[in-house]
């Protein structure tokens, strides 16, 4: 079973710039797991970010953005707002099963 | 508008059975496949299970194998999940959500419902 792994939390200033990553215990996350990227904040339903790596859903602000970087899936928030503030869920399909990681608990202080 | 809106958790004891019932709006439901996702109290998303557009196929996280069963009914653009042998660690909200477009090769899961919590308590 595929393990994947997120940074626990993360801190940021509001205006800062912050990369939240995802790692596949099976190796190198490649455009073929299509990471997406999620949103929750505390009492609401996740809401989707980012699909296949880097495609925006068309709500998603601009500050956000998907990418790849070092073999790991990769979002980067540019000009943080307070409202930011939530944890963050990646997920991974990489021809098996889909497999969410452990989220990011996201602090803008 | 696109929405999803879930039905059918509650109490349940350790054993017992429950169906969910997602009731979908605002798109073509036959033309995507559908996803339950979960969350534990204060823990983090797990994926539960898939079903094609069609219905013809499904899969399920190793955690439920043997123990839940996705449908839907496509005249009536609702998603099922029937839950068997429920045990406490299956206590969690539970969220329906719209996976990816009939032959696309990625993941959306861009729409979600608010949820519905299943207890599993004696």
């Known amino acids: 079973q595929t393990v994947v792994t997120q940074e626990p939390s993360l801190t940021v200033s509001p205006g800062g710039t912050v990369t939240l990553t995802c790692a596949s215990s099976?190796?190198?996350?490649?455009?073929?797991?299509?990471p997406n990227w999620f949103q929750q904040k505390p009492g609401q339903a996740p809401r989707a970010l980012i699909y296949?790596?880097?495609n925006k859903h068309s709500w998603t602000p601009a500050r956000f953005s998907g990418s790849l970087l070092g073999g790991k899936a990769a979002l980067t928030l540019s000009g943080v707002q307070p409202e930011d503030e939530a944890e963050y869920y990646c997920?991974?399909?990489?021809?098996?099963?889909?497999?969410f990681g452990g989220g990011t608990k996201l602090t803008v202080l | 508008e696109v929405q999803m809106v879930e039905s059918g958790g509650g109490l349940v004891q350790p054993g017992g059975s429950l169906r969910l019932s997602c009731a979908a709006s605002g798109f073509t439901f036959s033309r995507y496949a559908m996803s339950w996702v979960r969350q534990a109290p204060g823990k983090g998303l797990e994926w539960v299970s898939v079903i094609s557009g069609s219905g013809g196929s499904t899969y399920y996280a190793d955690s439920v194998k043997g123990r839940f069963t996705i449908s839907r009914d496509n005249s009536k653009s609702m998603l099922y999940l029937q839950t068997n042998s429920l045990r406490a660690e299956d206590t969690a909200v539970y969220y329906c959500a719209k996976d990816s477009p009939a032959g696309g090769k990625y993941v959306e899961l861009d729409y979600w419902g608010q949820g519905t919590l299943i207890t599993v308590s004696s």
């Open positions: 296949n790596t880097s």
């Open positions: 099976t190796g190198a996350v490649t455009s073929a797991c299509y």
């Open positions: 997920l991974l399909y990489c021809g098996g099963d889909r497999v």
